[in-house]
């Protein structure tokens, strides 16, 4: 069965205190993976895409790389405002005719 | 990135009255456009996904005679939550993508309240 799942649920750090989330995939024909941040009573926010195993991409102070099943997402010295629910989604098919989110990891940076 | 467009932000309605939403890619075009509902603290819920010029394609459960899609322009989607009830009250957002193996943008999601 396809499926996207996220783990952990939900992360705590304090400022600083570096961690990665993990996002783990089971399907077939993937075209791509993309990680979005969503904070509260918003639309989520695009930050990256993954097209092949092997790939890594950086933007401050997260970086995404990508395996042929699981992708992590970096997150290295956090602040305050990195706080989000961090949201993974699987493009797949023949077609790019699935697009599947995963359920997300709330991330709380304490200061 | 580029810029998806959602209007409106919030809104709050009668039962049994219908609400229509709008979604509009701002700086390209849209050949798909994916719409979601997200109760609190969970994901995105797919309901439906549109392409220009032909008939949505909704999520198993999703009721297509009360959620009504229209894709009429690679830039604009709506959804119209028809004879709306207390139940329908959730936060809808609509996503839209160039191609088939871009990556999808967001709009800043609607807060619909039905009383």
């Known amino acids: 069965e396809d499926q996207v799942t996220q783990s952990p649920e939900a992360l705590r750090l304090q400022e600083g205190e570096s961690s990665s989330l993990n996002c783990s995939y089971t399907v077939s024909g993937l075209r791509g993976l993309f990680w979005y941040r969503q904070d509260p009573g918003k639309g989520p926010e695009f930050l990256f895409t993954l097209y092949s195993a092997g790939e890594e991409k950086e933007k401050e102070r997260l970086k995404a790389t990508l395996t042929k099943k699981e992708s992590f997402l970096h997150i290295t010295a956090p602040k305050p405002e990195d706080s989000a629910t961090y949201l993974c989604a699987v493009l797949y098919g023949g077609y790019g005719q699935n697009f599947v989110f995963g359920p997300g990891t709330r991330l709380s940076v304490l200061p | 990135g580029a810029v998806v467009s959602q209007h409106p932000s919030r809104v709050i309605c009668k039962s049994g009255t219908s609400v229509k939403i709008e979604c509009r890619s701002l700086?390209?075009?849209?050949?798909?456009m994916f719409w979601y509902r997200q109760f609190p603290k969970q994901s995105l819920m797919l309901m439906a996904t549109?392409?220009?010029?032909?008939?949505?394609?909704?999520e198993q459960g999703v009721e297509k005679d009360k959620f009504l899609i229209n894709h009429a322009s690679l830039t604009l989607s709506t959804l119209t939550v028809t004879s709306a009830h207390p139940e329908d009250s959730s936060f809808y957002i609509c996503?839209?993508?160039?191609?088939?193996?871009?990556?999808?943008?967001f709009g800043q999601g609607t807060r619909l309240t039905v009383v």
């Open positions: 549109s392409n220009e010029g032909s008939k949505a394609t909704y």
């Open positions: 700086d390209f075009q849209a050949t798909t």
């Open positions: 996503s839209a993508r160039e191609d088939r193996d871009a990556e999808a943008f």
